[in-house]
């Protein structure tokens, strides 16, 4: 069996991660928003007695190596490692998204074109002569839908012809462009052909004019004394970036005369746009927005909660007939109280995962959330952020990993951080499976309220962060919006998000049942450590704290939940109910125990010992707590700096104890 190895290279948004999805059976983040794919993939698939290496890359716009994602884009592929690259443009705007292909023009790894959404382009009626392109260009070019997964068998058919003719870009015309560049000969003169591998002379001429500090450095190596000065005279006069990119755009549009026609009217703005991008009404739908997204997102959560009730039942039964058995406590206590509480407990989460997923998926996918994040652009600007990071603060409501994985592609290193340490005000998923929960039980229809109060809280924090950390972080000069491109509306694929959907939530279902279990345990452990509650590690631990802690309106084992929060937020709710369950004090716990069943669930457990300022001080605490020890790697992963990871966490953990205390002393005048 013969090997190649291929990447996907092509502007954010263009649909490579769609195309390896299909390619590779694997499962990439899609979404209609430019710069989801922040880290190169791999992944492999066989067909006709050949394996392919499949590397999906970050989009990028241009070959230029700007930020961290550009870089690993561009590393990859002047490597030399990909045998073909398969470079994706979006036919419904392919003036602009041609642009990498122009800019790819001139590196020497053999390519062909694949001109993605051919469904969107022919929407607006457009129609695209190929075989034009194709003669134009010199590699072969194809028109091509990746979420139809009935059309891979041109894809496949493209490869090959690709592969086997080697076919590199006629770049003939392009060069014509360049040449009229004053000193654009005499700087390709002094550079040899093999000044760097897989880069031809009129490829390093160009970057070199647009000032590419690592071509720049690498010729530095490169080439002699003297060369180095001819060149650095040459360019002096050459017009930088924008010379070359004005040739760049002429060729492109001297590929696409007779190959695009267009219709006669021009594409007007959606009404939906109009309202999104109106100054007056574009806040107010966006918010209207993301509260009818979060409302309908329980619709297909509830089913799936209610089928958590069902294991809690189970629960009761199971120890009933366990107890019957003569079985040890201890084994009862494992199944019943380790095992079936925690997974009553993960599938009531699971259900509002997917349902957030589902919904929020659907409004990705039509390109909703790119508007949400354009309409928010200038209240970036404000706080000393980007439109970008708009996007890792929404993602930050499913996952906090994922926003801080999105910060990625914020070129500025303040504004990355600045975007992290913000998006860890946002409450992630799994505290959005707690916070509605455990408002519900204590405050009954008073649970709505509680939750938009979190919501204000958030948006203070947010802003007081941002002016804690953010002077020190971002410059002034950096201080401007940076609008993010509406990408045309597409409609929703079903299958593929649903595929999506599923695959998300049960890769969530396999990530949380190990953190609820193993957290579970320790705690559970830990309390029965003794086999008497009141002689356990914890107990003795916790009621040793318990007078700082009160403070905060937290009793001990609510206070041991929230440090066992900031492992997983995901354990907070099976620990509570490990603690109280084990406690053997508290008149409450013994009157829910008296029952002639056990009838002791979480519920009655929390209402006989918990009080309403204190359980409001424990939603606020565990809300604004850090977010999870995952997300703190995450943190670390993308700033590289352990000093603002610690710092941050440091400052969320103090500011979860003081919003706890103002809640609780502020519960304790209202109830
Ligand atoms: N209608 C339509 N939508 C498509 C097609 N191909 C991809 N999409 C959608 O276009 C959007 C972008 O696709 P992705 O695969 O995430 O794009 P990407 O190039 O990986 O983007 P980044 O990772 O952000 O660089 C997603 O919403 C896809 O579902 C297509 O042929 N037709
Ligand atoms: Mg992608």
Redesign the pocket.
């Known amino acids: 069996m013969s090997a190649a190895t291929i990447a996907l290279l092509?502007?954010?948004?263009?649909?490579?991660?769609?195309?390896?999805?299909a390619l590779t059976g694997m499962r990439?983040?899609?979404?209609?928003?430019?710069?989801?794919?922040v880290e190169k993939k791999e992944g492999s698939f066989a067909h006709n007695g050949t394996t392919y290496e499949v590397a999906?890359l970050?989009?990028s716009y241009s070959m230029s190596a700007n930020s961290d994602e550009e870089v690993i884009t561009r590393d990859f592929i002047t490597s030399g490692k990909a045998d073909v690259v398969c470079i994706?443009a979006d036919s419904s705007q392919l003036e602009r998204s041609l642009f990498m292909l122009a800019d790819y023009a001139g590196l020497d790894a053999p390519c062909f074109l694949v001109l993605?959404?051919?469904?969107?382009a022919k929407d607006q009626g457009k129609s695209i002569d190929v075989n034009v392109l194709e003669k134009k260009l010199g590699i072969p070019v194809m028109l091509?839908?990746?979420?139809?997964t009935k059309a891979y068998d041109k894809f496949y058919e493209t490869l090959e012809r690709a592969l086997k003719g080697k076919t590199r870009i006629n770049v003939s015309e392009l060069e014509k462009e360049y040449e009229k560049i004053e000193g654009y000969n005499d700087i390709k003169s002094s550079i040899s052909e093999k000044a760097l591998s897989g880069c031809t002379p009129m490829w390093l001429t160009a970057k070199y004019i647009e000032g590419d500090k690592v071509v720049s450095a690498k010729l530095n190596e490169a080439l002699s004394k003297d060369s180095l000065s001819k060149l650095e005279a040459a360019s002096k006069n050459s017009g930088g970036a924008i010379a070359t990119g004005e040739c760049k755009f002429k060729w492109i549009d001297e590929l696409l005369t007779g190959v695009v026609n267009k219709p006669k009217t021009s594409v007007s703005l959606g009404k939906l746009d109009r309202i999104y991008t109106s100054k007056v009404w574009g806040k107010p739908a966006v918010v209207l927005t993301v509260i009818l997204g979060l409302i309908a997102s329980f619709i297909p959560a509830l089913p799936i909660m209610g089928l958590g009730s069902v294991v809690d039942m189970l629960k009761n039964v199971v120890h009933d007939a366990l107890v019957n058995a003569a079985v040890p406590d201890i084994l009862t206590g494992l199944i019943c109280d380790v095992v079936l509480q925690s997974m009553g407990y993960v599938i009531k989460m699971l259900g509002f995962v997917l349902g957030v997923t589902l919904v929020f998926g659907l409004l990705?996918?039509v390109g909703i959330m790119a508007r949400i994040s354009y309409v928010f652009d200038n209240t970036m600007g404000r706080l000393g952020l980007q439109g970008k990071s708009v996007m890792p603060f929404l993602v930050s409501f499913g996952c906090t990993m994922g926003g801080a994985a999105g910060a990625r592609v914020i070129d500025n290193w303040g504004q990355k951080v600045l975007t992290i340490a913000l998006a860890w005000a946002v409450p992630c998923g799994a505290a959005w499976a707690i916070i509605p929960m455990l408002s519900t039980v204590f405050f009954g229809l008073g649970a709505p309220l509680v939750i938009v109060v979190i919501l204000l809280v958030m948006i203070l924090h947010m802003w007081i962060t941002a002016k804690i950390f953010g002077k020190g972080l971002v410059k002034k000069e950096d201080r401007c919006g940076m609008i993010m491109e509406l990408?045309p509306y597409?409609?929703p694929?079903w299958g593929?998000l649903l595929r999506y959907v599923f695959g998300r939530t049960k890769d969530t279902f396999f990530r949380v049942v190990k953190v609820v279990l193993i957290v579970c345990l320790i705690f559970w452990l830990l309390s029965y450590g003794s086999g008497e509650t009141d002689t356990s590690i914890l107990y003795r631990v916790g009621t040793a704290i318990e007078p700082v802690t009160k403070f905060f309106g937290l009793p001990w084992q609510l206070f041991i939940a929230f440090i066992a929060a900031s492992v997983g937020k995901e354990g907070a709710v099976g620990v509570i109910s490990a603690l109280y369950a084990g406690t053997s004090y508290g008149e409450g716990f013994a009157a829910a125990m008296s029952g002639a069943a056990r009838a002791a669930n979480l519920n009655e457990l929390l209402l006989a010992n918990v009080s309403k300022p204190e359980a409001l001080a424990f939603i606020f605490a565990i809300t604004f707590n850090l977010p999870c020890v995952v997300a703190l790697a995450a943190t670390y992963q993308e700033i590289h700096s352990v000093k603002w990871t610690l710092k941050i966490a440091l400052y969320y953990t103090v500011v979860a104890l003081l919003l706890a205390c103002v809640a609780y002393h502020v519960g304790l005048l209202i109830f």
């Open positions: 092509g502007q954010p948004n263009s649909g490579k991660s769609t195309v390896f999805n990439q983040h899609v979404g209609n928003w430019p710069g989801k794919t999906d970050p989009g994706l993605n959404m051919e469904d969107v091509f839908s990746a979420t139809d990705e996918e990408p597409h409609k694929k593929a």
